[in-house]
């Protein structure tokens, strides 16, 4: 595949600049010479067409959301609405200093002061703090709050253990060692959901928390959610909430009133903002009383119609972010948040689980579906005994051929030959069923041509890939 | 209708019944009821697009600092953004795509992120390169737990010339993973001077040029640290000109890659680069791609060595990061390949240039100085009996500058920084001297 060092030739550049006035050796004389650079660094030489044309073809091999359907279970890759992008681009946000005093930046201090009130109230947490940059970086402030909280009651050296479902997400295990604690596994009973009795064997005198995910990483509502929070409370930990499934209650219950002593929120996930190809998101978290005063500082602070910077917490963890979280993703979900408004964020919810379900229904009798019980935002199938030899990682290749994007599959780890499957709300029924019909045909298929399923993708830019190849004889960046 | 909601009353009763059940309601029984009844709306109503474009525009415009000319630094800087970078981020099958965990229709990005790796590479002398961090405080902080990782050591050795925002991101995470922070001095030029390295030390931190803008010479440091991290957090425009951190023989070149091709944004999204050596591959944070081949023989990407992130490995993961900044690493990578080798060592010696000739003008002045007499890139503290006066003289003057006290913790009170990049143009500096002045 070509490269962008493969194209132009040297001396062809994409942009013209002004020149020095004076000459450089003559300017550069005051560095010594030992920190002058000796030879430039090698970087592409290309003219503005030849750029331009490259970086469309990348993006046509590409599959986003506005390409088509994109089922990431556990992502929520829906809609990202296009007003919000230009929103992101006005001057008054994308070219402001983030160094510039608060006097002069009351805009944008309000923006996030704005932002912070809405999302309390979504959680129903009385603190927050917006500098989060994606949501695995709130899942390590929430860890550095529960150390912090257990370091002020003297806690620090029993408590070190966090509990931890089996089908948690990956972030909740590395987020928690890097604060120091290590990790307990709770086993799911037969309904998907934290096992009760298995908790309460757990808890105990050295146990610092819990880390849920509601809905859990099955699409499954944890209904002992109350008990689960009051079990771990009175054995002197606290309760994290992996807000990766939001979408999922938006509008209809809130962590706080479940709970929660601290809640990730990823932006980019319920609130729509892009995903970037892998980022920039956002992650503000949300707080108990307990927590508020370890809270990262600068908060943000209203008097009247003026707004400041809060640094009057003694106790903080101190700063995760060098400045205020990422400003640009928040003006997006917090326009977000303005046009649904109440009512709205409830048909989100609604919407979503009812994509979930209906899609659910309409493929558990080609799938095995080994938790069969009411969806939230997401459901997991398994692609077990589909036919001969074919695996889940077959079907996932055969829905691109279909020009689909594939579900999350192998997660959670507790289905074998998983296929996790969140639709969103943004998909008109007809997207729905279309994917449905694709995912009937291929249980077909595997029945009657599997080999068609073995070999795909067919029609994508290139096919099955060795990723063992690219470990083996790593080439991570051009050999020149 | 809500237009981001396409579901209709006849889609939402056929679905309805296809489930089996009598309303969207019912889907929600598994949520206890204690649980519902308590929630409460935030009594917000929707707004059309009409008056969601105006909320926010009327917040942007509120925001005065950005009329002012900035002559602002402190570890983001005002460059000029070529037109292309805007255009090609404005693909959206790039901006709407997420990780590329499906190679076969994610060869847009993941051979971006193959360029990118490239060219960070290539800017810092390092032999490998992640797709992205958070931003230059979290990948310095990432580069320190690896450090500790890596050589068992627990005590980091952290220059009084670092950034402090990029000392207080690492301060939090150190204080996590239960390691120390140790000063190490700086000198009447401005440079660090490293004395002794205690036994367990596991990292020194070198900023390139340091938070007083000053260029550091690595020579010899990482002979003095042994087994001991050479981190380097380096301004990537800066490497145009200075000799890279690779050179010197850095363990991990770390940097805010803000200054290539991204806006200020308030702060955020940044772009944190992350750079190191072969051998430390497997401990590196991050997604890295990967070239490979397909069943044809046809060349290919992947996201290579995942078994050391954390949707694999779990609790032995190199770090927990999973969304990072890829857009903004997208936006560097265009940058870099539009402006070329040439065009970036032009960036930087004009930035130089004028840094240098506004510094020069401004020493000239009476009660003026250079905190510092070591050489600097693009940045400098000018030393003044009462810089909180100055600041204020330049605002009247409509320029702005990084307010005093981002240096107090420093232990500097008597001077202010001031950065100066290629676009500010000869009125501007001419209009920053008389305002000393008084003029």
């Known amino acids: 595949m070509t490269t962008i060092y493969d194209r132009g030739a040297p001396g062809r550049r994409a942009v013209s600049l002004p020149s020095p006035k004076r000459d450089e050796n003559d300017l550069l004389d005051v560095l010594p010479a030992g920190l002058r650079r000796k030879s430039g660094p090698r970087l592409p030489e290309v003219s503005q067409p030849e750029l331009v044309r490259h970086y469309t073809a990348l993006s046509r091999m590409n599959y986003g959301v506005d390409t088509g359907f994109y089922p990431l279970g556990s992502c929520t890759m829906k809609h990202n609405p296009k007003l919000h992008e230009d929103l992101a681009r006005s001057p008054g946000f994308a070219e402001l200093h983030p160094l510039l005093s608060a006097e002069m930046t009351q805009g944008a201090l309000a923006l996030l002061w704005e932002m912070g009130e809405h999302l309390k109230g979504i959680t129903g947490m009385p603190g927050i703090t917006l500098q989060p940059a994606a949501g695995a970086h709130g899942e390590l402030t929430g860890m550095l709050l529960i150390k912090r909280w257990l370091e002020a009651r003297g806690e620090l050296g029993t408590r070190t253990k966090i509990l931890l479902p089996d089908s948690a997400h990956g972030t909740n295990p590395a987020s928690a060692v890097m604060v120091g604690f290590s990790v307990v596994s709770v086993p799911s009973d037969r309904r998907g959901m934290v096992d009760l009795e298995a908790l309460k064997k757990a808890l105990g005198p050295d146990v610092a928390g819990i880390m849920l995910t509601v809905p859990n990483t099955l699409g499954i509502f944890e209904e002992d959610i109350l008990t689960i929070t009051r079990l771990v409370h009175s054995a002197g930990g606290l309760c994290y909430f992996d807000g990766a499934n939001l979408n999922s209650y938006l509008g209809r219950a809130r962590p706080g009133d479940m709970g929660a002593d601290v809640f990730h929120i990823n932006l980019h996930k319920t609130f729509s903002t892009p995903h970037g190809g892998g980022g920039p998101g956002a992650g503000p978290v949300t707080v108990s009383e307990a927590l508020v005063p370890y809270l990262p500082v600068p908060g943000i602070a209203r008097t009247g119609e003026t707004f400041r910077l809060d640094w009057e917490k003694p106790e903080s963890i101190g700063r995760v972010h060098p400045y205020f979280g990422n400003t640009l993703v928040i003006v997006k979900a917090l326009a977000y948040i303005l046009s649904l408004g109440d009512q709205g964020m409830r048909a989100v919810s609604g919407g979503a689980v009812l994509a979930a379900n209906y899609l659910k229904a309409r493929l558990k009798g080609a799938y095995k579906l080994p938790y069969d019980r009411l969806a939230k935002h997401e459901f997991v199938l398994s692609g077990e005994g589909l036919g001969d030899g074919v695996r889940t990682l077959d079907v996932a290749k055969r829905l691109m051929d279909f020009g689909f994007h594939p579900p999350t599959v192998y997660f959670p780890l507790i289905v074998k030959e998983a296929l996790m499957i969140e639709p969103t709300e943004t998909e008109p029924r007809e997207t729905l069923d279309a994917f449905a019909e694709a995912l009937l045909s291929i249980a077909q298929e595997a029945q009657e041509h599997p080999e068609l399923l073995r070999e795909a993708p067919h029609e994508t830019p290139v096919r099955r890939l060795d990723e063992v190849r690219a470990m083996r004889e790593p080439r991570l960046r051009r050999v020149f | ?439």
């Open chain 2, 1 to 439: 209708m809500n237009p981001y909601l396409p579901h209709t009353p006849e889609d939402v009763r056929a679905m309805l019944d296809r489930i089996g059940v009598p309303d969207v309601e019912a889907l929600f029984e598994d949520i206890p009821a204690e649980v519902q009844r308590r929630n409460r709306p935030l009594g917000l109503p929707s707004h059309d697009d009409l008056a969601v474009h105006q909320h926010l525009v009327g917040l942007a415009e509120r925001s005065t600092g950005r009329e002012l000319v900035p002559f602002l630094g402190g570890g983001l800087y005002d460059h000029f953004i070529p037109s292309v970078v805007g255009h090609v981020l404005s693909r959206s099958e790039f901006y709407t795509a997420y990780t590329p965990y499906q190679p076969e229709v994610s060869q847009g990005t993941l051979s971006w992120m193959f360029e990118y790796q490239t060219m960070i590479c290539e800017l810092t002398g390092m032999e490998v390169a992640n797709a992205s961090m958070y931003d230059g405080a979290s990948a310095l902080a990432e580069a320190v737990l690896m450090a500790s990782r890596a050589t068992g050591g627990r005590i980091v050795l952290v220059p009084r010339s670092l950034n402090p925002r990029l000392r207080d991101v690492v301060s939090t995470y150190a204080w996590g993973a239960g390691l120390t922070l140790r000063d190490v001095p700086c000198s009447e030029g401005g440079q660090l001077s490293l004395e002794t390295i205690p036994d367990g030390t596991c990292a020194l931190i070198v900023q390139q040029p340091n938070a007083f803008g000053i260029v550091e010479d690595l020579a010899g440091l990482k002979d003095r640290l042994g087994k001991a991290f050479l981190i380097a957090s380096a301004n990537p425009i800066s490497l145009a000109l200075i000799e890279p951190p690779g050179s010197f023989g850095a363990d991990v070149v770390v940097g805010e890659g803000q200054p290539l091709g991204n806006p200020l944004a308030f702060g955020g999204p940044l772009l944190g680069f992350f750079a190191t050596r072969m051998d430390h591959l497997r401990r590196m944070p991050g997604r890295v791609s990967g070239q490979t081949q397909d069943v044809d023989g046809k060349t290919g990407y992947v996201m290579a060595f995942q078994t050391r992130e954390q949707h694999i490995r779990r609790e032995g993961a190199t770090s927990n990061i999973c969304t990072n900044s890829a857009l903004c690493a997208l936006a560097a990578t265009v940058y870099l390949a539009a402006l070329g080798p040439d065009g970036l060592r032009q960036v930087a010696l004009l930035s130089f240039e004028r840094a240098h000739a506004l510094a020069e003008r401004i020493t000239a002045l009476p009660g003026y100085d250079l905190a510092f007499s070591g050489p600097f890139f693009h940045e400098f503290v000018v030393r003044c009996d009462a810089p909180e006066a100055a600041v204020e003289r330049l605002r009247r003057a409509g320029i702005a500058v990084v307010p005093p006290d981002f240096l107090h913790p420093l232990g500097i009170r008597d001077g202010f920084l001031v950065a100066v990049t290629e676009k500010r143009t000869e009125t501007e500096l001419e209009r920053f001297v008389a305002a000393l002045e008084g003029r």
